[in-house]
């Protein structure tokens, strides 16, 4: 669904120096002057190897994230109430699928195969977007997932949109496009509920209280703790700072919750009229570590799906791999 | 028109739109879960079109003969009001059942729009030419994929196989005739069950021939019928608990 705007990745100080050596000084110079000049890198470019390990996991990750985040919402496609519902959520899960699909095939371009992307998100060394970790409990959770995590999605999928690596600049585009109709339905189904009858708005605030803190997970942990390099700033591949797109966030979205009589679960979020920041309570960090090495309450169950939906495709793809001559007749 | 010929349309377009919501929703149920991501988006786009054929269909008993909203009509009648066919309520198993029961239903879909589009009730023969060009895609898809699964090595041809002699006599049990036919073929609403059958055992026979398939005997094989007068194989029951399950936490209320 979402490449969060938190990007994992083991510690790597080491490995980054060791590599620049590498790379050629001369080539170097000529790969981020273009850049710096807003020239996009395209696949057969020479490029740092660091550039294309980093942008491989940013791409691979977003990638699994759409493909891992079609599932929570997926649940509720057979649930959605009335027809308008359900066909809009089918088709919102369906776009999530191709943008999985348009990303890896971005990601391919920089050398590695959609199926060693797979197996490494079934084998947990690959991640995805910390978000979808979490269960879609009831109806409303549906709508929270639909106008907020996009949303924040939105967000961060624009800002990398402007980054320097061409096939993904043009996979974003479209998938924005695409992302800014489901805002739209995730907000409309919102507005039902919150405008509803009481049973509605109680589900959906019962929901806005239990997503708050994923959300507020979701663009990844602070600054001032945050370990992204100036490198890849430099190179565009990281396009803002986490609390940038997280402060952008809450400046369009949370005025919109107050408004229809909302309520989050933090008595500290506010905005600094002099500043111009939100300011909030620090969410759980140690959690958000813990879930995104696996202790999250569906990171097991979110595999098991996506394990199920590979083993039970297995023999279509190999028949597509195999086509046999036909049989010389009908058996009939 | 008389009460009789109103009711009998009635009974044919709730047969028809119940058949393509309940299929609609089974199909549904395989995005993001599909066999490659091509295929999941395709098979998902097919769900929405047959969903959205059921909402038009309800929307022409409501508006032209009496019927209720859609939403109240499909998310909270009960299962024995329903007359699907048994072959649409099924769940949707492994990919090999799924394709095949997507094949003969689609080609007998068409067959059916097909013999729509001279209907003397204008809304269902208005319908009939949107729908008959969507269903144009979704067959010329379901042929491309059960050829190929077909040929696609020993395991796959035998899957195939077996989901053609599972869902053989449920497919002919979309067939399943009614009182109202005859009345139906006389008003030149449509030709009735047992056309529609001839010509979609025409339409599949050379296709399956070609794909390497033994069609069963049907003239062996009894069709599994029941669905037309409300009886259901007991998916039918727990597919309806979920997909109201949220709508009828309140069904007055707007979602
Ligand atoms: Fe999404
Ligand atoms: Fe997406
Ligand atoms: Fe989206």
């Not at chain 2, 309940?22 to 490659?36: K, Q």
Request: with cysteine; net charge negative; charged share 25%.
């Amino acid at each position: 669904m979402y490449g969060g705007g938190y990007i994992f990745d083991e510690p790597n100080k080491k490995q980054l120096r060791e590599e620049q050596q590498h790379d050629d000084p001369e080539k170097l110079a000529i790969f981020e002057a273009r850049i710096s000049k807003g020239e996009k890198i395209e696949p057969g470019d020479w490029m740092p190897a660091e550039y294309r390990r980093q942008l491989t996991r940013l791409i691979e990750q977003h990638a699994h994230s759409e493909i891992i985040g079609a599932l929570p919402e997926g649940t509720w496609i057979t649930r959605a109430p009335g027809f308008k519902r359900k066909l809009a959520l089918i088709a919102k899960v369906q776009d999530e699928i191709g943008h999985g699909q348009l990303l890896y095939n971005a990601a391919e371009t920089l050398g590695k195969s959609r199926e060693a992307m797979i197996n490494d998100l079934l084998s947990g060394k690959s991640k995805y977007s910390n978000v979808f970790n979490y269960p879609a409990k009831t109806w409303a959770d549906v709508t929270v997932i639909g106008f907020l995590i996009d949303a924040a999605a939105i967000v961060n999928q624009v800002a990398n949109a402007k980054g320097s690596y061409g096939p993904y600049c043009r996979a974003l585009e479209r998938i924005c496009y695409e992302e800014s109709f489901h805002l739209k339905q995730g907000h409309d189904a919102l507005i039902s509920l919150a405008t509803g009858t009481p049973m509605q708005k109680a589900m959906l605030q019962d929901a806005l209280n239990r997503w708050w803190q994923p959300i507020m997970h979701f663009f990844g942990p602070p600054d001032k703790v945050s370990q992204h390099s100036e490198k890849l700033m430099q190179w565009r591949v990281k396009m803002a700072s986490n609390d940038e797109m997280r402060n952008q966030f809450l400046d369009t979205y949370v005025p919109k919750l107050w408004e229809l009589g909302l309520t989050l679960p933090d008595p500290l979020l506010h905005k600094n009229i002099e500043t111009g920041r939100w300011e909030y309570t620090d969410p759980d960090w140690d959690l958000f570590f813990k879930v995104i090495n696996g202790g999250g309450p569906c990171n097991q169950e979110r595999l098991q799906v996506r394990r199920w939906a590979e083993e039970e495709g297995r023999w279509v793809r190999k028949a597509l791999m195999n086509p046999k001559e036909r049989r010389a007749l009908p058996v009939a | 028109m008389n009460a009789a010929l109103q009711k009998a349309i009635t009974t044919l377009i709730t047969s028809m739109a119940d058949d393509a919501l309940i299929l609609g929703h089974r199909n549904s149920e395989w995005t993001g879960l599909g066999p490659i991501m091509e295929e999941d988006i395709a098979f998902s786009s097919m769900a929405q079109d047959k969903i959205g054929h059921a909402w038009a269909l309800y929307r022409i008993l409501q508006e032209h003969l009496g019927g209720e909203d859609p939403d109240q009509f499909a998310f909270i009648r009960a299962a024995k009001d329903f007359t699907c066919c048994h072959l649409a309520e099924l769940p949707i198993s492994s990919y090999d059942f799924s394709l095949m029961r997507h094949f003969l239903f689609d080609h007998a879909e068409a067959v059916r729009y097909e013999s729509l589009q001279q209907c003397s009730f204008e809304p269902l023969q208005q319908l009939s030419k949107k729908v008959k060009g969507e269903l144009k895609y979704h067959t010329l898809h379901a042929d491309a994929w059960v050829l190929q699964l077909c040929r696609g090595g020993e395991e796959s041809q035998q899957r195939m196989q077996a989901a053609l002699d599972r869902c053989f006599p449920l497919a002919a049990g979309i067939f399943e005739p009614g009182p109202q036919d005859a009345l139906l073929a006389d008003a030149g609403i449509y030709p009735g069950e047992q056309t529609l059958y001839d010509k979609w055992l025409n339409t599949i026979y050379p296709l399956l021939v070609n794909a390497s398939l033994n069609l069963p005997d049907p003239a062996a094989i009894p069709p599994q019928y029941g669905g037309r007068y409300g009886n259901h194989t007991p998916h039918l029951q727990a597919l309806l608990q979920e997909m109201g399950e949220v709508f009828r936490l309140d069904p007055t209320a707007g979602w």
